[in-house]
Each structure stands twice: as C-alpha cells, then as structure tokens.
C-alpha cells in the first residue's frame, strides 16, 4: 500500500526522497525532456543496446540479459521507459 507523502505513518525520510524525486521530475519535465528530440531518445551508443521499438504498431523494450558478461548500454528512450513503467 503505498502511502501519501505526508501522511503522518510515512517516514521523514521517505517524505523527504519523494519530495526530492518531485523536484528532479519537474526540473527534467520543464528543462531536459523537451530537448530530447526522437532521434536523440533512440540513439544507439554502441551494438550492445537496449531500446525500444516499435512492433506492430506498439513500443516494446528490450530486455537485457542480465546474466551476460556485459551489461548493455542504453538509449534515453529505454531509460525513460525503465523509470516511468
């Protein structure tokens, strides 16, 4: 169950991070994302990436293997995709 912000069960400090997370959100909103043009949000850094795409009409992201040797890297758009969802 997931408590209000300030509701007074909810710890001070974790009142404190989702205020904190507010903030980041709303600077990003208003100052990053909308600099993010769709070329650069699925920009791919090298051949070992994660993404999405679009797949009969849908996104879809990629799922990485996590028990490989290498991590993949990401694009802006996978990373998006992996905070919000």
Not at 4 to 9: K, L, T, V
Not at 30 to 41: F, G, K, M, N, Y
Not at 68 to 76: D, I, K
Request: overall charge negative; charged content about 20%.
């Amino acid at each position: 169950m997931l408590l209000p912000i300030n509701a007074p069960e909810t710890p001070l400090a974790v009142q404190t991070l989702l205020k904190q997370l507010d903030l980041i959100w709303l600077f990003a909103d208003q100052h990053v994302l909308p600099r993010i043009d769709e070329a650069a949000a699925y920009w791919e850094p090298s051949p070992n990436c994660v993404s999405v795409r679009r797949l009969d009409g849908k996104l879809v992201a990629d799922r990485p293997d996590e028990a490989a040797e290498t991590l993949p890297e990401t694009t802006v758009a996978w990373l998006l995709w992996h905070i919000e969802w």
